[in-house]
């Protein structure tokens, strides 16, 4: 249950409370998605120590306004460890994803829950820094990165979003944030974003980003049925976890003469492999560690996409198990429509493949206090 605010809040407070947490939520995404090009070391270092900054006077201010709970210590313990055990440099600069883990904790526990303008705000936001992107690039600011794929011989296009998969993450934000909208659903707007998605995969040919985007259009022009539907959040948590579970298990396990595997592991676009042959090259531990980003294995380079794989040998099995467990003291107690379940579900196949289902600057339904409509009046807005 939503706990009750015990401390009286005038309507400029809560006013200036919401403008600041949007505010803070802008910082961490351009922190995150600047990282992408080569800025001076100053504001490349100054965003991410603002928005970890924001996001600490954001918990705190949240902590006066609504008083204490042990879903609030644990998040501000767990942001406290990764930011005590972790390389500073990691979450600041090299490590970029720390940073949404940490202020994703922060953030995830102080969101007001009667903003209904939250994620139109940032819906528009991510609109505005899409146009100053496209219109950097037309004005040859950014330059247009582009791949050749030689199994499909065709050019694979950026625009100035750095790289191809990038252009298609942001559209990913997009249209996660539009199917959020507070408004009545319209059968037109999934068929624009249909087409937009479209559009994205012929410049692009970013499979992940395109299947991933289906998953949301789909779940959008089910909306009406969906939203009708009722799921408690004790009916998420085991689906978590073995999605966890299965997250790292299928990399563990993986064996090239086993044409299960093999099949997955092209559906992954070879992540599966990726990810096994890091598991092999470093095992686990307790404890971060500092592994780059690139690491030659078995005489290739290689990059691990996985956000399973990839945070557990980084991070260290106990900062690993933070963000599950808060993600399940979150769920306890909650109930969310069928349509965002679906949606919050999706983040973890993301996972499998990419970073961002993760972000919360990204894939904005991470907000599980904000979404859920546990026998209170918010069920009527959706």
């Known amino acids: 249950m939503v706990k009750k605010v015990f401390r009286t809040e005038t309507g400029d407070s809560l006013l200036i409370y919401r403008a600041l947490y949007f505010l803070e939520f802008c910082v961490l995404f351009l922190a995150w998605f600047l990282k992408r090009y080569p800025l001076p070391p100053a504001i490349s270092l100054f965003l991410p120590s603002l928005a970890i900054t924001g996001g600490w006077a954001i918990y705190l201010w949240n902590l006066r306004r609504t008083g204490l709970s042990i879903e609030k210590v644990l998040a501000g313990i767990f942001a406290l460890a990764f930011m005590l055990l972790l390389p500073t440099i990691g979450y600041l600069d090299t490590s970029i994803d720390d940073l949404s883990m940490i ?47 030689s199994s499909k011989d065709l050019i694979r296009h950026s625009y100035g979003f750095m790289h191809p998969n990038s252009l298609g993450m942001f559209f990913i934000t997009l249209i996660y944030d539009f199917s959020l909208l507070r408004k009545p659903y319209r059968f037109d707007g999934g068929i624009i974003m249909l087409l937009a998605a479209l559009l994205v995969f012929s410049v692009t040919d970013s499979r992940t980003s395109f299947f991933i985007a289906l998953g949301i ?31 790292l298990a299928l990399p563990r396990y993986y064996t090239p003469d086993n044409p ?14 990726i990810g096994h042959a890091y598991l092999e090259q470093f095992g686990l531990n307790w404890l971060p560690r500092n592994i780059p980003i690139f690491t030659e294995i078995n005489g290739s380079m290689m990059y691990d996409d996985s956000f399973y794989v990839d945070s557990l040998l980084r991070q260290g099995i106990i900062l690993f198990c933070m963000y599950p467990l808060l993600l399940m003291i979150q769920l306890k107690g909650k109930k969310f429509t069928l349509f965002h379940s679906l949606l919050f579900l999706l983040t973890f196949f993301i996972n499998t493949m990419e970073h961002y289902g993760a972000s919360i600057e990204i894939c904005s339904i991470l907000l599980l206090n904000y979404f859920a409509v546990s026998g209170d009046k918010l069920e009527e807005k959706y």
Do not use: Q, W
């Not at 998420?236 to 579970?245: E, L, S, Y």
């Not at 299960?260 to 492999?273: P, Q």
């Open 260 to 273: 299960v595997f093999v099949t997955l592991n092209h559906l992954f676009t070879g992540r599966t492999s």
């Open 217 to 247: 259009i789909l779940c959008y022009f089910l909306k009406p049925i969906l939203s009708k539907v009722k799921v408690s959040g004790y009916l998420i948590m085991p689906i978590v976890i073995g999605m966890f579970g299965l997250g």
């Open 103 to 149: 202020v994703f904790f922060l953030l995830s526990v102080s969101v007001d829950r009667e903003d209904d303008n939250l994620v139109a705000a940032l819906f528009y936001f991510k609109i505005l820094v899409a146009i100053l992107v496209l219109f950097a690039y037309n004005s040859h600011i950014i330059s247009d990165m582009t791949m050749y794929r």
